[in-house]
């Protein structure tokens, strides 16, 4: 049986931080995505290019040393396509995440049954940590994806509608002649007072 970990490619931007080192003392990294880093990322998420990429990630134990609390800040400079009219829009990103993060043997097994417990946020439900190990670049990635605006427009772009009429002859559609109403004989059979 094929490992599930070894079909998902390995991540653009990696930073690997141990949670050892973590629960010895709490950490603070700054990351910067390098040039081809931000091309596979803009890749990745269609943008047109990443011109930066950088994040202040805090790291600290927590529930007894468990558990990793995961904070972090990242700025970004992208170039989107316009969704009208396909030209770039520059825009600057900047997000606040939370995540955290437990050993794999303290989470669930894929296909158990888990309580949900709505009253929590994504960042109170712990993600798994590989090999003791804790991605703080893909999370700046995951999280730079969800800042992206879904819809980037140029100012003064304006959708106007599609056509409604056929694009050429071929495409016209013959108009159907309008059907008799079947109930027309019988309004003539009906008695007149």
């Known amino acids: 049986m094929t490992d599930p970990s070894a079909l998902i490619p390995a991540p653009e931007f990696s930073r690997k931080i141990s949670a050892d080192s973590v629960r010895r003392a709490p950490l603070t990294e700054t990351i910067e995505a390098n040039e081809q880093e931000r091309k596979a990322l803009a890749e990745r998420f269609e943008l047109e290019s990443i011109g930066r990429l950088t994040a202040t990630i805090r790291l600290r134990a927590t529930r007894g040393g ?15 396509t316009c969704i009208i009219t396909l030209d770039p829009v520059p825009a600057h990103v900047e997000d ?11 989470i669930e097994e894929p296909g158990e049954e ?24 893909e999370l700046t990635a995951q999280h730079l994806s969800l800042a992206l605006n879904p819809y980037p427009q140029v100012d003064g772009a304006v959708f106007e509608g ?17 059907k008799p109403n079947p109930f027309a004989a019988l309004q003539r059979l009906k008695p007149r007072d």
């Open 162 to 178: 599609f056509d409604d009429g056929p694009l050429d002859e071929e495409e016209a559609v013959p108009e159907e002649p309008e």
């Open 66 to 80: 468990s558990m990793i609390r995961v904070s972090g800040r990242l700025e970004a400079e992208v170039v989107q």
């Open 114 to 137: 888990i309580d949900f417990d709505p009253t929590l946020s994504d960042a109170e439900i712990p993600e798994p940590m590989q090999n003791n190990r804790i991605d703080i670049g």
């Open 96 to 106: 606040e995440f939370e995540a955290l993060f437990a050993p794999e043997s303290l």
